[in-house]
């Protein structure tokens, strides 16, 4: 008989460990709400979302409500039979893998003897027994932590508990009969029998001067698994064998047996979430306890990340990861890649270049991106006049852009504003030239005006984003040449640095 108790207990637990563990991902709780942290954790919880502790509190979780209905036996040295039991429980999380569950545990057995009666062995009886348990079990979750899934839709789980029994034994011997050293649990009284297929009711006789019910303390163990239907509800299977330090729960006990008796409880159970889910998550067993760490690193939105610092050795604004010019000098206009720009792309980048838009008919330039066309007859004859003292000397200002304009348009573009910026250097470094602004267009009243407009914003910029003084320039516009051009040339002359407009009524808005 004690084989067979083990037997029992190692199939059992056999059978709850192989249930599948691969489970399905369910959404667990926002771990910024804060209604659902008790007071005590609040300022931990405060801590965490401020980046100044690395844990999150623990959340408040909801209790579970258990019922228990199935088969209640006494496993002993009377074969027993399959009886009912039931049980009652409450149930808290600890944490995400153990818990504590309280509850009455109920049940009613009986048993017939399983060997012939023989003259060399005491009366072997049948029994009865009644039972009333209270119990305290700590219960290890399996299962509810993975490093693969989200949250578990199934509990497997080990139990270890404390019981204090209330239990009554009746029993009938041959002839009705009492068993010696029967101390004081058990009535007396002619109980059916399967031997003699007598049936009488139980008496009332003392042992010992007592009678009736006797409180037992004991231990459990055992081992289940609950499946979960929906937030609130699941349903489980579990084997629970209570260990008590006494052979006479069936009423007998076998020469030289040095095993005690014990109950058996298998039940099926239902099992019910209390608590208000606007202030309570699930109970814990029911969540991963890695569902944060793993959400956070695939999405982060809590994690304290240090702003980037990409390094760039020449600050032309492109990092050196991408920079194909890495040493380029100060203050130089680059493009995307780093490279100084070359506008005119006659081979040398526009911070070296003296004249930045030469045409291609003038190439091959010098060092300076000077071109190597002739000058026109009109600045041979001014250089003449200046050579015979006519005119005052020419300034010695190098070669200043023609600003290119979009057709219809008098907005500076930002290209013209690099060449502009370019060219204010040099009008700075030569304080006693003047500048002639030339806008052409003299076709009709609309020319004029846009060749006005042109020049205007070329002046503008110059004094108001360069810090060029306005009388250093001339004013001119409405001459022959290329509409779409402003063109602009170092003198000694003097002019007007400013015109009214000539056709106030086209004047485009800057």
Known sequence: ???????????????????????????????????????????QQSEFLNNQYPYPAKPRSQWELGFAGGNNMVIGDIKPKADVGGAITLRKALSHTFSLRGGWFGGYSQGYPNVPQRQTQPAVRSFQNWKHSLALDLITSLNPNSHYRGNPKTNVYILAGLDLIATKVFYAAAGGRQIDNAYNIFYGGAFPSNQTGTFGTFGGAKINGRKGWT????????????????????IGLEQRFTFVNYDYLDGYKAPNSRNFDMYSFTSARLNLNLGSTSKRVQPLWWMNANNFVYNEINRPQHMKLPTPVLPDADGDGITDQFDMEPNTPAGAPVDARGVSKDTDADGVPDYKDKELLTPQKCFPVDADGVGNCPEPAC?????????????????NIGNLPSIQFKAGRATLSSDAMTMLSSASAQIKASPDCRVRVVGHGASDKR?????WDRVNAVIRYLVEKQGISEDRFIFSYGEE????????????????????APHPNLQRKR
Do not use: H
């Open 481 to 500: 040449g290329d509409v779409n051009t402003v063109d602009l040339t170092g003198t000694k002359e003097t002019g007007p640095n400013s015109v009214p």
């Open 215 to 234: 409180l037992l303390p004991g231990g459990s163990l055992g081992g289940g698994i609950a499946f979960k239907l929906s937030p609130k509800v699941n």
């Open 1 to 43: 008989m004690a084989s067979n108790k083990y037997v029992l207990m190692l199939g059992l637990i056999s059978l709850f460990s192989s249930a599948a563990f691969a489970q399905q991902s369910d959404a667990g709780y926002d771990w910024r709400d804060s209604s659902k942290i008790s007071t005590r954790n609040l300022p």
């Open 379 to 395: 600045c041979t004859e001014l250089r003449a006049r200046i050579d015979s003292g006519l005119i005052g000397a020419a300034c």
């Open 447 to 451: 020319a004029q005006q846009l060749s």
